[in-house]
Nanobody, 127 residues
Framework: QVQLVESGGSMVQAGGSLRLSCVFSGGTFSSYAMGWFRQAPGKEREFVAATNWRDGDRTFYADSVKDRFTISRDNPKNTVFLQMNSLKPEDTADYYC???????????????????WGQGTQVTVSS
């Protein structure tokens, strides 16, 4: 059973940076595509970024985070990262990672039943 544990959330001022981590267990990490989602208070969960399985040479981003956020994966460490720069108050949310075996998605629907979800890590951006 896939298990995901996020970390790295914190409170930061607008314009600052954070790096989120998501550690994977319960399978062969390189065989899983990995995605990041977020859910702000009172809002629905939304897609943030994703990377394909194997070497992560393809990445996908929501328009709202493009050119500010970068997703990457370290297969030997079973970890996917989300580097967040130039943070804005509207980036405030709980951030979740998800895993899907062998996926070649270019679109990651937030309501899809992925093979695994983490419990989330909280990011607060103050103005």
């Amino acid at each position: 059973q896939v298990q995901l544990v996020e970390s790295g959330g914190s409170m930061v001022q607008a314009g600052g940076s954070l790096r989120l981590s998501c550690v994977f267990s319960g399978g062969t990490f390189s065989s899983y595509a990995m995605g990041w989602f977020r859910q702000a208070p009172g809002k629905e969960r939304e897609f943030v970024a994703a990377t394909n399985w194997r070497d992560g040479d393809r990445t996908f981003y929501a328009d709202s985070v493009k050119d500010r956020f970068t997703i990457s994966r370290d297969n030997p460490k079973n970890t996917v990262f989300l580097q967040m720069n130039s943070l804005k108050p509207e980036d405030t949310a709980d951030y979740y990672c998800a895993a899907e075996l062998g996926a070649d998605f270019s679109v990651w629907p937030p309501g899809y039943e992925y093979d695994g979800w983490g419990q989330g890590t909280q990011v607060t951006v103050s103005s």
